[in-house]
């Protein structure tokens, strides 16, 4: 069951800050977070373990709530670099370490 | 370097024709994937490979095909039976939880 992400786009002006949602339906193991830029290849931002502790990426972090099944991604004092579409990949117990299942992706636009 | 290499950047065939995009990785990664990706939607899984000469069907794999016959090589073949093969195909491979993506193959059908 593929994840839900909100919003579906959103756009800051620079330094402003934003949170990206992602929630599931089934149970998770994992909750994976990428970011692709336009006609580019995807690129791991940071990976959120069942139990395990919120994850920080220079500005870029993201907390697991394993109850609601749900990931948050903050971007703090946004900059122009961070525009571009951020995915999040689900992983399941009954296949976890085999593959993810990813959400439609966020489009995020940082303005001068 | 090490990295995934997709050829060729962008495909044109003709309705009806088989068509087979490459992807090669020299990670030494166990792990190989293909998505597809449609403008402006996510990843879908199409098939994943966790060690040579197996693989498993992902959530679209209906129409296409692949082989794992090297560790390093992960061929997917667009047959004619995929009736709207146009989109962006990425190739990824993993050791872990990680996967690292290949820039990409762009393949229009007319």
């Known amino acids: 069951q593929q994840p839900v992400q909100s919003p579906q786009a959103v756009i800051l002006r620079e330094g402003e800050d934003a949170v990206i949602n992602c929630s599931s339906s089934?149970?998770?193991?994992?909750v994976h977070w990428y970011r692709q830029k336009h006609g580019e290849a995807p690129v791991f931002l940071m990976i959120?373990?069942?139990?395990?502790e919120q994850k920080g990426h220079d500005k870029i972090s993201a907390s697991f709530n394993e109850k609601k099944q749900q990931s948050s991604l903050y971007l703090t004092a946004s900059q122009l670099s961070y525009s571009g579409t951020y995915f999040c990949?689900?992983?399941?117990?009954?296949?976890?370490?085999?593959?993810?299942?990813f959400g439609e992706g966020t489009q995020l636009t940082v303005n001068p | 370097d090490g990295g995934i290499t997709q050829s060729p950047k962008y495909l044109f065939r003709k309705e009806g024709q088989n068509v087979t995009l490459s992807c090669e990785q020299n990670?030494?990664?166990?792990?190989m994937y293909w998505y597809r990706q449609d403008p402006g939607q996510g990843l879908r899984l199409i098939y994943y490979?966790?060690?040579?000469?197996?693989?498993q069907k992902g959530d679209i794999a209906e129409g296409y095909s692949v082989s794992r016959e090297k560790k390093e090589s992960f061929p997917l073949t667009v047959t004619s039976a995929q009736k709207n093969p146009t989109a962006f195909y990425l190739c990824?491979?993993?050791?872990?939880?990680?996967?690292?993506f290949g820039p990409g193959t762009r393949l229009t059908v007319t």
């Open positions: 990824a491979s993993s050791m872990g939880a990680e996967q690292y």
């Open positions: 089934k149970a998770l193991y994992s």
């Open positions: 959120l373990l069942k139990g395990g």
């Open positions: 990949g689900t992983e399941i117990p009954e296949t976890s370490g085999s593959r993810l299942t």
């Open positions: 990670l030494n990664h166990d792990a």
């Open positions: 490979s966790q060690i040579v000469n197996d693989f």
